[in-house]
């Protein structure tokens, strides 16, 4: 035998995924996640279980959270019993076995079973939430690693900016490169990694599920408090006793204190003070600059510059002005001189504290991440011959839906599109294989009878206790809730 056959004889193919990997002995596959242990394919993590009534001289791992070190003190669906994760779990391709792990235990007196599996999907993405005003590119904007595309901007929200990142037509509709490249992305954003992304005509971002976004090297800190015309309702009336005339800058909605309806209401009075934008209705004007970094999401550094010059009728010189941005981070005193000119003057500290008070009011800026996927019909194939069947039960509230053990959101309409916040998963939940895709844990839950109801592998079903004899990690909360 030649030493090349040696070789092959000493390889075993790995079926968890289509990549058909062939393994040497004392190797890992493509995926890192399954290897060859004397011959026998074995999955390199073991299966997780969230347990918040540890047995005394267990071992279990802290259930934190990013990189902050955060408890996690959700509890969603484990109560106080073992709850059967499927990270560690392991896959059901080639599809037509049933799930890694079916699960029966009893919950007062009820028989649930729990069905887990690391489902591979190709169907999936981000969405991804970054708190902050400054600009990060026009909306469809292509956000690019590697220049490659991996996703776009989508819609602004308030106070916030919102990307979508991967889906099928980024991992397999381009390049391999592209591919690739968005695959890694995923898995980092999913596993709560800090990843750098370029936007097409705008900044560069740093983007991490629970940090603070990094916007072209600046980290922010504050969310707005609202748009300019929210927070002259919000603050109008700490304002009326010490300043004629507040201007709060915003990207998309600037508020004028004596034109707004809160001014019109505490009776303060016209002060000839014009804006230069659109006026929407009264004390509330679009697109007063371009969007930017500067104040309030705008692209200025001199507010005075979105002002037209004042109505002589009606402004009167020793007039005070505050000027201020929807974080507070930007703000500036003035007093017209006898030409109605703003000129700059030394803040009160009556006005000093209410800045304070705009800054307070905002919330800290983080980037939020979700992890979005659509359990198709292989993956559901694994908990019932008749795949449908677990969609309906899905729909009816017959069973409920996690990811790692916390509680999905379930798109409405046909098939089993979820979404969840990967910050309340336990390290390293998601994985990947290089066809490329992501590799998600995904559990069903459901009373013993709906499950034999809607045709599940009846015969897979395993004990709690069989299953926590099989090597495991077990992830507590720190504080013990």
């Not at 995923?186 to 990694?193: D, G, I």
């Not at 000839?272 to 692209?299: E, L």
């Not at 002005?321 to 109605?340: C, F, R």
Request: hydrophobic share 35%.
């Amino acid at each position: 035998m030649t030493q090349r056959k040696r070789e092959q004889t000493q390889k075993i193919r790995c079926d968890a995924c289509p990549v058909l990997c062939y393994i040497a002995e004392g190797r890992s596959g493509a995926c890192d996640r399954y290897a060859n242990d004397n011959g026998q394919l074995v999955r390199c993590d073991p299966l997780t279980i969230i347990d918040k009534a540890v047995e005394s001289g267990t071992k279990t791992v802290p259930f934190l959270q990013g990189t902050n070190g955060t408890d996690w003190d959700g509890d969603i669906v484990q109560a106080n019993r073992p709850f059967v994760t499927a990270v560690g779990a392991g896959t059901t391709y080639p599809d037509y076995k049933p799930a890694p792990f079916i699960v029966n235990q009893d919950i007062d007196g009820v028989d649930m079973v729990t069905v887990v599996t690391e489902g591979i999907f190709s169907y999936c993405g981000v969405k991804i939430k970054i708190d902050t005003d400054r600009f990060i590119g026009e909306e469809r904007a292509a956000v690019c690693i590697e220049g490659e595309p991996v996703g776009h901007v989508t819609t602004s929200e308030y106070g916030s900016k919102m990307l979508s990142l991967g889906g099928v037509e980024h991992l397999t509709g381009g390049s391999k490169k592209e591919g690739r490249v968005t695959c890694a992305a995923l898995l980092k954003l999913c596993n709560s990694e800090a990843v750098e992304v370029a936007v097409d005509n705008g900044p560069t971002l740093i983007i991490q599920a629970g940090a603070p976004p990094v916007i072209d090297g600046a980290t922010e800190s504050l969310m707005r408090v609202g748009c300019g015309s929210a927070a002259i309702g919000m603050f109008a009336a700490q304002w009326v006793d010490h300043v004629d005339e507040v201007i709060v800058v915003d990207d998309h909605i600037t508020g004028v204190l004596s034109e707004h309806q809160a001014g019109r209401m505490l009776d303060v009075p016209a002060t000839g003070i014009k804006v230069d934008g659109r006026r929407s209705t009264p004390g509330r004007y679009f697109q007063v600059a371009q969007p930017g970094t500067g104040w309030g999401g705008t692209n200025i550094d001199d507010p005075l510059t979105i002002l037209k010059p004042s109505d002589p009728k009606v402004a009167w010189s020793g007039l005070r002005l505050l000027m201020v941005s929807t974080t507070g981070e930007h703000y500036g005193y003035y007093e017209l001189d006898d030409h109605l000119i703003p000129r700059p003057a030394t803040l009160p500290q009556a006005l000093n504290k209410s800045i304070e008070r705009i800054a307070e009011n905002c919330e800290p800026s983080i980037c939020s991440v979700l992890f979005m996927g659509g359990a198709g019909g292989s993956l559901r194939a694994g908990v019932t011959e008749n795949p449908v069947r677990l969609t309906r039960s899905v729909k009816q509230s017959l069973t409920r839906v996690t990811c790692a053990g916390v509680n999905a959101y379930v798109w409405p309409g046909g098939g089993i599109t979820v979404m969840a916040d990967v910050r309340n998963m336990p390290s390293n939940s998601f994985g990947y294989v290089p066809t490329p895709a992501l590799v998600a844990p995904i559990e069903f839950t459901m009373t013993l009878d709906d499950y034999l109801a809607l045709g599940g592998h009846a015969d897979a079903v395993q004990q709690i206790e069989d299953v926590l004899a099989s090597d495991i990690r077990r992830v507590t909360p720190t504080n013990g809730a």
